[in-house]
Every structure is written in C-alpha cells, then in structure tokens.
C-alpha cells in the first residue's frame, strides 16, 4: 500500500491476454483433472472472480449495462470447477432501459425534462443514454459533458423543482469496460415529493466528472467523499481534497481493486487471507 | 473577560516596555506565520505583544474536545472572540463500514449499519433493510407485526437520540441537570431496547424480511411486554416535561440558544438540510407524512414546527417531536398482535427458528431437534442460509426515512450475489454538518458550541 499507484492490487487487471480468452485457466488453479481435460480437448472451466477480467465488450449505451459475469451454479470461485457446473456462464447486466410509458409520474418527469433542456439548446437524446425504470425509482444515465446543464434544469424547470441534492456517491463496476466509474447522483423535490437517480459514468483512464456544487452547494462534501473513495474528480470542485481519509493517504479504498491486506499469524507463517481474496459463495 | 483585560494592563504597566523573552511564550515561525504554544496561564504574555494584536489566529477546536459531539474537529479563524471562518475536519472515526458491507452477507449487514449513526442504530437498519427489501420484492409480504415492532422501536430511537442531543447539548452549555436528567430518561428506553433485542446498543435486530426474533411476552421480573412498555411511555410523560422545565423558559439557556445558529429556509435547500434544523424553519417536512414508509400514514401524530430557525427552536421541535413520538408508540401497543416477524419464505427467513435461551439468544432447541434428527434438508438449508446467505437480484435501490437528525438515504447495489456490491450511507450528520459555516461564522466561539449541538452530529454516521 505504499507508492503512488495502489490501485494495482490483489485482483489483476486485465491484460490483453486475458482479452483474448476469456476463460482462462490460472496456472495456480489448474490440478491435475482440469489438465488432463484440456489435454483432451475441453475447455478447462475455471471460475474466474466476477469482475476480474476484460469482457472485451464495448461500452453499451442504449442496452443493459453488462458489469460482470457469473459462472457456475453455487458462486464459488477459486477452487477449480468442483461442482461441474463451471461450464455456466451467464453475463451479470443492470437493469435495462424502459420504454414509455414509463408509470407513474415518470413520463411527466421526462416530458419536463425534455422540454426544459430544449430550452436550454441541448436534445434530451444527446444529454440522457437512456431512462431505467426499476423498483419504482427513476434513474436518469446522463453525458457527464452534460450533468451540469441537467442538474440546472432539473433544479430550476417548475415542472421538476428538485431543489435538493440528496447524496453523491459512487459504484466501482470494473467489469463495465470503458464506464468502470459510476458517479450516482440523488435528488429529492419537495415541491413535487418525487425522487430521482442520476447515474454518470466516467472510465478509469479518465476519470472526470462535472461538479454539482455550482448547481446544488450540498454537493459539496459528497463529492469529496467521491473522490476520496473512488478517485472520481469533480471538475469544478471548489476545493476537491480528501475528507474521510487523511490527506496524505495513497488509493481510494471503496474502488474494487483496492488492496485489503491479509493478516500475518502467528503460527507456521500462516497468514489470514484478505478478505477480497478469501473463498465465497456469492 | 474585562478581569482579564484588566490584570493584562495591570500587568503592562509593571512591565510597560519589554513583556522579556520570560514572560512570553516561546514562539516559533514557519511559513504558515508564528506559531505558539499555550500552556497553562501565559495567554496574556501573547496578547501583549503589540505584534500579535488584531491578528487572526487558527484555532483548532476538536477532534478531542468535550463539547465538540465526539470526535469532530473545528477549524476556526478566530478575530478575538469572533469566528471569521469555520470549517470542519471529519474522518477520525471512520472505520470503512461501506467497504466491510461487501465482504458480508446480506443479513449479516444489519450488524454493521446498526454501529453507524450508533445513537440511531434502529433507524440505520431499517432503513438498510427496506432497501434490501425493496431489490428482493419482498416489500409488501413484510408481516404487520414487524412492520408495527419496526415503528415502535424507531418512535423509542428517536426519544432516546433526542435525549442525548438534549443532554450532551445541555452539558455543552453548562446545563448538568439536563445532562444527568436526559441520560436517565434514555437509560429506561435502552432497558427497554435491551429487553426486546437482547442489547441496548447495536441491536441487528431488525433484518431483511423481518425482525431477528419475535418481541418477547414478558419482560424479566414476568411482567406483560406492553405493560411494561406503558409504563415506560407512562413516566416518560412524567418526566419528559420536567426536563424540559429546566430549560424552556430559562434565561441563561435562551440567551445562549436564541438567536444562535441562524438558518433560513433558504439555506437548508441549498444545503440540503433536513430533520429539525428545516423544521426549525417552519417548513413542516417530515418524511413520515410526505412519503411514508413501514405503514407511517396509518398513525396519528403532527408534525412539529418552530419558526425561529435558531438553536432554540431546534431545541423546542426536539421536545415536540419526543411527545409525538410517545403517542405513535402509544398506538404501536395498541396494534401489536400476535403473528410471524419474519416473511414466510424459507429463503429469505434468516435464522430459521430463533427462541431466547438462557444466555439471552440461541436457537430453540425444538428447532434444532427437528433440523438434526429429521430432516437432513432442513439442516442443509439451514447451513447454506446461515453461511452463504441468500442471493438478491441484480438491480440498485433508494430508501430514505425520517431519522431523528434528518433523512437517512441508503443506496444498495447487488450484482445478485450473496453480498452487497456496494451500499453507501446518505447520513444526515455527514450532510447537516455542511452548515458549520453558515451557522458560526461572525458569530462567537462560544456560539460555535451552541450552533453545534443544535445541529447534533454523531461522528459514527458522518465517518461511518
């Protein structure tokens, strides 16, 4: 955990290799029966960690957003395809956009919405990917080059009046190639008591975001806590520095790849693996 | 502070001309500007120095500071006794409670969020489990009797946080009757807490699909429950408003609260300020009467306003609000029927069968009697419940309640597996403790003290 670069931690990134072949026996986990299988021409099935490996696939925009796959029937990982079922695969996507009607007041948000980014000079399609409907909440996948001119017009537009930024926070899908960062965004209207989600995404290389915080001052500290534990810099940020970590520590620890660190015992050497790298069931 | 101006000159004028290297505190320079040391008496020495007058000095107030809520620290740009500026410096108690959600079970989650806001910890675990709940669709077959056990508790919670916030604020301030008098009204809500959860603190009671157990019949002397709730509820109606008499129509407290923290309507929406600092404002916005939740528009209570938007008239809603929550809780034992605590899906019910054993928790022996000799299914299902936990289905969700600081929004993401995959705390302290600035500056630090308190942070929801 020391350096400037604690983001290369326990779980590899992806290399163009493991790009190549998806299912790709790791040499440590390959006994003697999965060899033995390749020998004979089948695919070695080994379970890889959910969002540990590239999927290769290009960003998807308008379709359900695809974040990492499962394999297997039981959802353990690490100990080779003991239960046979390892040949299963199935891709691990979000809930995928709605179309209209949308239920409830939602289509009225929408149409407000649309209506007051016309105003502003700027088509709904080009600002908003897509809307997604699920547990009867809203969330709106917005352009992050155009978060600001949404937030102006959610906050303002009577018709929506979200007056206030309910929370910033965000969700590391390092399976989510090229939209690796998620900034989600909460907003509450008293006026109309209606919620809504927006859901930014950023890559890793890139890892930019407007600030809201010329939009809603109680973005402020949310999204410093953002930065702090996911790396997303809000461009625009008055004063973007750590809050809950100190300021001279190195990583963002709520990113999936950050390293846990195990715990030595004092017994035979042995070592209590970090909790990323334990066996699960999930 | 006129005595002390006065043994300064005093002490000017028998040295009039050199305060000495003896007399002065040994300062230092860096980049920053000089830099003292204060220990003890020798403030007067620093202020005598014709250098140091009208200077702006830092003072750092906290994070080990007994009126600062625990370990919150205050930054303050100090002009004599004005506050120029304000800022605060959070983290000293974060424990990375997000992180630790995701290398557990779901229901094993309840554990951590109770230690958050841990002066609210019912309210932290409801809310968590109505977002579980909401991504299982499991939201309506939640039984009555859970859901009315979930208010009743919460409508407690909230008595006993707002206690605190009246006992800690009132020590703050000098009032120590308020302090031991609010701490002894909140320990009969934890006896109570500790007799239907088995802890009076950090309960992980309340768990996705239901309640952990079913609320006990009787309470240790074999007392029936709801009597003993009545009489809680009954001396809390007996002394609550001797509490308040202490304070309400006091001189002192009123000079030191009125007026103190100032913020309007205006600010809280920029802000995003909620809970009694808006109500404070008049603006009666309450998420139990706008978007109810656990069957909230059922029950009868009003919501308290006050319109000083100051210190005072948090103070004031905190007192309404507590008699308010008394009368839900009222209605709550009138409600609570017999009947299962936990969703009738074998999947979700987690642990399957749990009695109170002599230790205080564990399972029934009837039950572990079945599972063992049997029905060799049921223990396989029970072991695969208990250690790997049930599955949650792909998919994010929101859920906000009305805690006793304000909204407490819980974002839960699940990539439908056995644990979370991220679930972050929207914590009202984290949010209300932006309006530090806006409340202190240009005011006096002792009003800092005041300002604070009447914004009632807990630092384990902020730093969570």
């Not at chain 1, 072949?21 to 390749?38: C, G, I, K, L, Y």
């Not at chain 1, 809603?216 to 930065?227: G, I, K, M, V």
């Not at chain 2, 410096?89 to 951590?112: C, V």
């Not at chain 2, 644990?419 to 600035?437: E, G, I, K």
Request: net charge negative; with cysteine.
């Amino acid at each position: 955990m020391s350096g400037d670069t604690p983001a290369g931690g326990p779980v590899p990134a992806a290399s163009p290799e493991a790009r190549d072949t998806p299912v790709t026996p790791a040499a440590d986990q390959a006994d003697s029966v999965e060899e033995q299988r390749v020998a004979d021409g089948q695919e070695a099935s080994v379970v890889v960690p959910v969002g540990a490996v590239d999927l290769g696939l290009a960003p998807v925009l308008d379709g359900p957003e695809m974040i990492g796959r499962r394999q297997g029937a039981f959802g353990v990982a690490g100990s080779g395809d003991t239960s046979g079922f390892g040949g299963l695969v199935a891709p691990i996507t979000m809930p995928g956009p709605s179309s209209r009607p949308y239920g409830g007041d939602f289509d009225a948000v929408a149409d407000e919405l649309e209506l007051a980014l016309a105003d502003a000079g700027l088509p709904m399609a080009g600002a908003i990917e897509k809307v997604v409907v699920d547990h009867g909440e809203l969330t709106l996948y917005v352009a992050r080059e155009h978060l600001e001119a949404v937030g102006r017009a959610l906050r303002d537009e009577p018709g929506l009046r979200y007056e206030i930024c309910h929370s910033v926070s965000g969700v590391h899908y390092p399976g989510d190639a090229g939209r690796e960062l998620h900034a989600v965004i909460h907003l509450l209207s008293i006026t109309h008591k209606r919620r809504l989600r927006l859901e930014v995404a950023c890559p890793d290389e890139d890892p930019h975001i407007p600030s809201l915080t010329g939009v809603w001052p109680s973005a402020d500290w949310h999204e410093r806590e953002t930065w702090d534990m996911f790396g997303i810099v809000f461009d625009g940020h008055p004063a973007l520095t750590r809050i809950l970590m100190p300021d001279d520590w190195p990583g963002h620890p709520q990113r999936k790849d950050y390293p846990l660190g195990g715990i030595p015992v004092e017994y035979k050497g042995a070592t209590t693996p970090p909790p990323d790298q334990r066996r699960v069931y999930s | 502070m006129s005595t002390t101006y006065e043994s300064g000159e005093a002490f000017e004028a028998a040295a009039p001309a050199d305060p000495g290297p003896a007399t002065a505190a040994p300062g230092y320079d860096t980049t920053e500007g000089r830099v003292f040391t204060v220990t003890g008496g020798d403030w007067d020495s620093i202020t005598l120095d014709p250098a140091q007058e009208n200077e702006r000095i830092v003072v750092n107030m906290g994070p080990q500071h007994p009126s600062t809520h625990g370990v919150l620290r205050l930054i303050l740009e100090l002009e004599g006794e004005l506050v120029q500026e304000a800022r605060c410096g959070i983290g000293y108690l974060h424990t990375g409670i997000e992180k630790n959600l995701e290398y557990r079970t779901w229901t094993q989650g309840t554990t951590f969020v109770t230690r958050m806001d841990y002066l609210s910890s019912l309210f932290n675990e409801t809310a968590y489990c109505l977002a579980v709940e909401r991504l299982l669709g499991i939201s309506d077959q939640v039984p009555e009797r859970a859901n009315v056990a979930r208010v009743m508790l919460m409508e407690l919670n909230r008595i006993s946080s707002h206690l605190v916030c009246l006992a800690t604020g009132g020590m703050e301030l000098g009032a120590l009757t308020a302090m031991t008098f609010g701490f002894r009204e909140r320990e009969l809500i934890l006896d109570l807490f500790e007799l239907v959860t088995g802890l009076r603190m950090n309960h992980a009671y309340i768990r996705p699909g239901g309640l952990a157990q079913d609320l006990p019949d009787k309470d240790d002397k074999g007392q029936d429950l709801k009597v003993r709730i009545q009489q809680t509820i009954d001396t809390l109606r007996k002394r609550l408003p001797d509490t308040a008499n202490l304070l309400v129509d006091n001189t002192i407290w009123m000079g030191r609260t009125s007026g103190i923290g100032y913020l309007d309507l205006t600010g809280c929406m920029a802000l995003g300020i909620t809970g009694p600092i808006l109500r404070s404002t008049g603006y009666p916005w309450d998420l139990r009467k706008e978007m109810p939740y656990c069957g909230y528009e059922t029950y009868e209570f009003d919501v308290v306003t006050e319109t000083s938007a100051d210190a005072y008239g948090r103070f004031l809603v905190r007192l309404g609000e507590m008699q308010q929550s008394l009368r839900i809780v009222e209605q709550c034992l009138d409600r609570l029927q017999p009947g299962p605590v936990m969703v009738d899906d074998p999947k979700i019910g987690w642990p399957a069968q749990l009695a109170l054993g002599a230790d205080g928790m564990g399972n029934s022996l009837e039950h572990i009697r079945q599972i063992m000799g049997t029905s060799m299914e049921a223990l396989i299902h029970h072991f695969k419940l208990v250690t790997e936990g049930f599955s949650v289905p792909v998919g994010q969700a929101y859920q906000v309640i009305e805690a006793p600081r304000g909204e407490l929004g819980v974002h839960v993401v699940s990539n439908g597996g056995t644990r979370p995959y991220r679930v972050h705390f929207r914590d009202p302290s984290f949010n209300n403790l932006q309006a530090v600035a806006a409340m202190c500056e240009g005011g006096q630090i002792a009003d800092v003290v005041a300002a604070v308190a009447s914004i009632d942070p807990v630092m384990g929801g902020v730093d969570r």
